[in-house]
């Protein structure tokens, strides 16, 4: 079984800043690409941000130079650091990890989220 799980979430005022963590646990064989989508009420879920395994990396226009995805392949562990948070951002952000298992399977797996809320 593997297990993906978000944490760092909570409130915020416009401006602010916020990192979140999600940790892939279990029977991991490896990871591959691990991304941050995000989805408001009433909306479609977006993608954040996406890292390889190599760390390259993918932003979606909107988090340009406010957003950084990065990761520690040691902790199967990946973050992503916010700044300059608006109201816009709120969301519940998801996490997204390709795992290999330790049976040679490979598949997505998500997390359950984390709350942000940008308000003040």
């Known amino acids: 079984q593997v297990r993906v799980v978000e944490s760092g979430g909570g409130l915020v005022q416009p401006g602010g800043s916020l990192r979140l963590s999600c940790t892939a646990s279990?029977?991991?064989?490896?990871?591959?690409?691990m991304g941050w989508y995000r989805q408001a009420p009433g909306k479609q879920r977006e993608l954040v941000a996406s890292?390889?395994?190599?760390?390259?990396?993918n932003y979606a226009d909107s988090m340009k130079g406010r957003f950084t995805i990065f990761r520690d392949n040691s902790m199967n562990t990946v973050y992503l650091q916010m700044h300059s948070l608006s109201p816009e951002d709120t969301a519940v952000y998801l996490c997204?990890?390709?795992?290999?298992?330790?049976?040679?399977?490979?598949?997505?797996?998500w997390g359950p989220g984390t709350q942000v809320t940008v308000s003040s």
């Open positions: 997204n990890a390709d795992v290999m298992d330790l049976f040679s399977r490979r598949r997505d797996y």
């Open positions: 279990g029977s991991i064989l490896s990871i591959y690409g």
């Open positions: 890292i390889t395994g190599s760390g390259i990396t």
